[in-house]
């Protein structure tokens, strides 16, 4: 089994800035991959951003490109988000999660997530 623990989230205006943090523990020799998802009031979950726990590569969403980045830290098991000039449309929840990543991409469909961190950005 594999804990995932988000935190970083809150308020912040658009145009600005927030860095969510993920630290993982358990079985983490197991994960291949590890990612941020998001769900907003009515819509469903969509992938944000993933990063390949030993190679490095990553996936962005279309919407964050640019302005998202996620990095990891293998030594302490964490993966943080830094997302920049935020807009009103990225409020939700933010979820991180493990998962695999196969020659199509990164899939979080049987992994795990966290409890989730709210993500909130005023007009």
């Known amino acids: 089994q594999v804990r995932l623990v988000e935190s970083g989230g809150g308020l912040v205006q658009a145009g600005g800035s927030l860095r969510l943090s993920c630290a993982a523990s358990?079985?983490?020799?197991?994960?291949?991959?590890m990612g941020w998802l998001r769900q907003a009031p009515g819509k469903e979950r969509e992938l944000v951003a993933a990063?390949?726990?030993?190679?490095?590569?990553?996936k962005y969403a279309d919407s964050v490109k640019g302005r998202f980045t996620v990095s990891r830290d293998n030594a302490k098991n964490t993966i943080d988000l830094q997302m920049n000039s935020l807009k009103p449309e990225d409020t939700a929840v933010y979820y991180c999660?493990?998962?695999?990543?196969?020659?199509?991409?990164?899939?979080?469909?049987?992994?795990?997530r966290g409890q989730g961190t709210q993500v909130t950005v005023s007009s």
């Open positions: 990063i390949n726990w030993s190679g490095g590569r990553t």
């Open positions: 999660a493990s998962g695999v990543w196969y020659v199509s991409g990164p899939s979080f469909v049987n992994g795990y």
């Open positions: 358990g079985r983490t020799f197991s994960v291949d991959a």
